[in-house]
């Protein structure tokens, strides 16, 4: 009888809006994050704008999870949509986190690799909000979500090795001689790696999601 009714009841699409909502503003974030990389003086102002839109994605997060609790229809299983949005969050966090530490340190010069790594991060966001309003209809589109999802993927392998490249770079340079350059290095490095590792988290929730439904 539930699923008879559930037939007849239109589908809560709200969903749908505000995950492309919260993507849009993942990828302000990430466009903030690459430009505190490009030190100088305006990191400060930079780190302000990432947190904002930081801030702004929590509000959707809890947005969606206030729909969660109360909608009878969802466009797809509770569990995936609380995972997708967690996920999605996590990443905006990892975000703010970097910023803040950037502030705590008071850093305006960076590590070229740390650069690449916060324009790659750019380029995860904006995979992110090109695939999220292909899931309103996942059938015809699985293919070019999967796609999607896959060069979500190989961003974070390639964080990887410019994490490991600029760890490497780090302690041949300045850190050789100067103990705190490579611990403030370092952590910088960890922040980074973890906003990518939390992008590709999201993009293997929405390719199970994908699973599941095709």
Do not use: W
Not at 79 to 99: E, P
Not at 144 to 170: F, Y
């Amino acid at each position: 009888m539930v699923a008879f009714l559930k037939k007849l009841m239109p589908r809560e699409d709200k969903f749908f809006d505000m995950f492309e909502a919260h993507a849009a503003k993942s990828l302000a974030a990430a466009k903030s994050l690459a430009a505190i990389f490009e030190g100088g003086k305006s990191v400060a102002a930079h780190c302000d704008a990432l947190m904002k839109a930081e801030d702004e994605a929590d509000h959707i997060t809890e947005h969606v999870n206030e729909a969660l609790r109360k909608s009878f229809i969802t466009p797809f299983d509770r569990g995936d949509i609380k995972n997708l949005i967690t996920d999605m969050d996590d990443a905006v966090d990892q975000m703010n986190k970097t910023a803040k530490a950037i502030l705590l340190y008071e850093t305006a010069a960076f590590e070229p690799n740390m650069k690449i790594i916060a324009d790659e991060a750019v380029e995860q966001a904006r995979l992110l909000a090109e695939a999220l309003p292909l899931l309103r209809n996942i059938g015809p589109n699985a293919a070019k979500l999967h796609q999607l999802c896959g060069k979500m993927i190989a961003i974070e392998d390639e964080s990887d090795r410019h994490h490991e490249n600029g760890l490497k770079a780090l302690i041949k340079g300045k850190a050789r001689k100067d103990a705190m350059a490579f611990i403030i290095g370092a952590e910088l490095f960890g922040h980074l790696e973890k906003v990518a590792d939390k992008f590709e988290d999201v993009a293997h929730t929405i390719d199970g999601i994908v699973i599941e439904h095709v």
